[in-house]
């Protein structure tokens, strides 16, 4: 995928998954890489809690539950967890693709993306796996 390509699926991600523009939870708000305690699912919320972890995957952020943020941000763990869990089931995908899209992750891990369920419009965009 060129610079193009890439600014193509950018604006489809958008579109497909508005919820992709928040900047202070979500892809744009933690480092691109896995999850700081299972390091199996994508980050996607950043996190300040007494076990050390930076940022936190949906299920791993629900698991450590207010122990997941600092007492001062209590309430903003709150919010984001409330936030994670309206996400589609594919968010995972998603949050990789939007990596993929601005750079910070391989194109060829688009590969690990089971492409039945995708937008079509975000799909027209993948290169053949
Ligand atoms: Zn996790
Ligand atoms: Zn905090």
């Known amino acids: 995928m060129d ?8 604006s489809a991600l958008l579109v497909a998954a508005p919820w992709l523009a928040a ?4 892809p744009q708000a933690v480092d691109a890489g896995r999850c ?3 390091d199996e699912r994508p980050r996607l919320l ?14 791993c952020a629900f698991a450590a539950g207010d122990d997941g943020w600092c007492s001062g941000h209590r309430d ?3 919010e984001a967890r409330r936030w994670a869990a ?5 968010w995972a995908d998603i949050v990789l693709l939007w ?3 601005t750079g910070e992750v391989r194109v060829s891990s688009a590969d690990q993306i089971a492409r ?9 965009l993948l290169p053949p796996p």
């Open 3 to 10: 610079r193009d390509q890439r600014r193509q699926l950018h």
């Open 23 to 26: 900047t202070e939870l979500g």
């Open 36 to 38: 700081d305690a299972c």
């Open 116 to 124: 039945e369920g995708l937008p079509v419009d975000v799909l027209a």
């Open 46 to 59: 950043p996190t300040c809690g007494t076990a050390g972890a930076a940022a936190l995957c949906r299920d």
């Open 76 to 78: 903003d763990g709150r």
């Open 86 to 90: 309206a996400l589609p089931d594919r």
């Open 99 to 101: 990596w993929i899209a």
